[in-house]
């Protein structure tokens, strides 16, 4: 046989034996690391869960194994899913949550997990993943008080107390509530072009801290608050009564009425009384008006509201086309609200984890490398952008979508601006 012939059959066994040839030690597995996965998948939130639960294995499945990407590349471990449902009576239960987390902590190769999608959830599970270091990335998680103790003092200091036995664990790929403040004004001063601001609160928690940061942005990108005194304060318990308040904005000139209030009925009220005094006036809310019943209950008044929801809409985010393509590929359905979230946060943990064998020597890592990795997590490329955490495991890129509500039959409103909240 002739060298040239030996040196083909050579390198035709070597590729047929899957070995890498001419770039150093063929990679090899060293084993299985897993991610758990807790999410709704079941009951009334299975609409939720599913397909974020599905974007996940497309993520797993296009990655099949990680590697060291540097000093350790051919230190690889087959990726694993393990899966658990956090709904209990048709709907997601804190408690059992915790106890799926209990059992992922058991289990030695689970090294991160992905989820919950819900904050009750999150505060039952956040300790128990706390005291074993188990890192968790949420895809939909968004109540402040999860990392962050606000000046106001109104978190008491959860966050604190559900991280009792270390250092931060918890990390979200999206953003808080309180930013859609901020993603409100934008989109009344950037977008809608509207220069004079009329806020209306109804004194929650919630309320009081979207209207407030509402106030600093719209000024902020250049607006005026008409009546800052109280912020348009009513007390939600009473029975609304929006006319003198909508008059009043009336007469000072205001362009824009911002609601940040939760109640949905409510709000249609203030848009009834909105369009019978001022109807060319655009009423704003945060994303308690995404609700159809919202459109409803205002009816032909519905027209001319914005609402405005935590996250991209994956239709017009030009980096989250690919994974829009794969998905409806694999799945033969559109994307749900956190598929695309869920995807990045899992193809963020594995790049974590490749980093942490890298750490290890090119042996299976600790959580401890695991969650130092997470923590360092800086400009990751993912399909929504790029992606830091903070010291708190809160996102940087703090990605909103807005919508207006063209009329009373409408099923949901049509996509109008991304806003992107800087810092």
């Given at each position: 046989m002739s060298r040239w012939r030996l040196a083909v059959l050579l390198l035709g066994t070597l590729l047929l034996a899957g070995c890498t040839v001419g770039v150093g030690t063929p990679a090899r597995s060293l084993g299985v690391i897993k991610l758990g996965v807790d999410l709704p998948l079941s009951g009334d939130d299975a609409p939720d869960g599913l397909?974020?639960?599905?974007?996940?294995?497309?993520?797993?499945?296009?990655?099949?194994?990680?590697?060291?990407?540097?000093?350790?590349?051919?230190?690889?471990?087959?990726?694993?899913a393990v899966i658990d449902d956090d709904v209990s009576q048709g709907i997601h239960d804190p408690a059992k949550g915790a106890k799926n987390v209990q059992l992922l902590a058991q289990d030695a190769r689970v090294l991160a997990m992905v989820g919950p999608l819900h904050d009750s959830v999150a505060k039952s599970e956040l300790p128990v993943a706390n005291a074993a270091r188990l890192s968790m990335v949420s895809p939909g998680t968004t109540s402040e008080c999860l990392s962050q103790e606000p000046p106001d003092g109104h978190c008491q200091g959860l966050s604190a107390r559900l991280r009792p036995g270390g250092?931060?664990?918890?990390?979200?790929?999206?953003?808080?509530?309180?930013?859609?403040?901020?993603?409100?004004?934008?989109?009344?001063?950037?977008?809608?072009?509207?220069?004079?601001?009329?806020?209306?609160?109804?004194?929650?928690?919630?309320?009081?801290?979207i209207a407030a940061t509402f106030v600093a942005r719209f000024v902020q990108d250049g607006g005026t608050i008409v009546d800052p005194s109280d912020l348009g304060a009513f007390d939600p318990n009473q029975p609304p009564a929006f006319g003198s308040r909508v008059q009043r904005a009336l007469e000072l000139g205001a362009d824009v009425i911002y609601y940040a209030g939760t109640g949905i009925s409510t709000a249609a009220l203030l848009r009834r009384e909105m369009a019978a005094r001022m109807p060319q006036v655009p009423l704003?809310?945060?994303?308690?008006?995404?609700?159809?019943?919202?459109?409803?209950?205002?009816?032909a008044a519905a027209r001319g509201s914005y609402y405005t929801v935590?996250?991209?809409?994956?239709?017009?985010?030009r980096g989250a086309q690919v994974f829009v393509h794969d998905y409806k590929t694999a799945y033969g359905h559109d994307v749900g609200a956190f598929s695309l979230p869920a995807y990045d946060a899992t193809r963020l943990l594995i790049a974590a984890i490749g980093r942490a064998i890298d750490d290890a020597g090119g042996t299976l890592p600790t959580r401890d490398q695991v969650l130092k990795q997470v923590s360092a997590t800086r400009d990751y490329r993912g399909a929504m952008g790029a992606t830091s955490f903070d010291a708190r495991g809160d996102t940087k890129l703090k990605l909103l979508s807005a919508y207006q509500w063209l009329g009373a039959n409408d099923a949901a409103g049509q996509f109008v601006a991304q806003p992107s909240i800087d810092g």
């Open positions: 397909p974020a639960k599905n974007a996940i294995d497309l993520a797993i499945k296009q990655a099949g194994r990680v590697c060291g990407p540097t000093r350790h590349t051919d230190a690889c471990f087959d990726l694993q250092p931060n664990n918890f990390f979200r790929v999206v953003t808080t509530q309180l930013v859609e403040g901020a993603a409100g004004a934008d989109l009344a001063f950037r977008t809608l072009g509207k220069k004079r601001a009329f806020v209306i609160n109804d004194q929650t928690t919630f309320g009081l801290g704003i809310g945060s994303d308690r008006l995404a609700s159809s019943q919202f459109a409803k209950a205002a009816g935590i996250g991209p809409d994956p239709a017009v985010l």
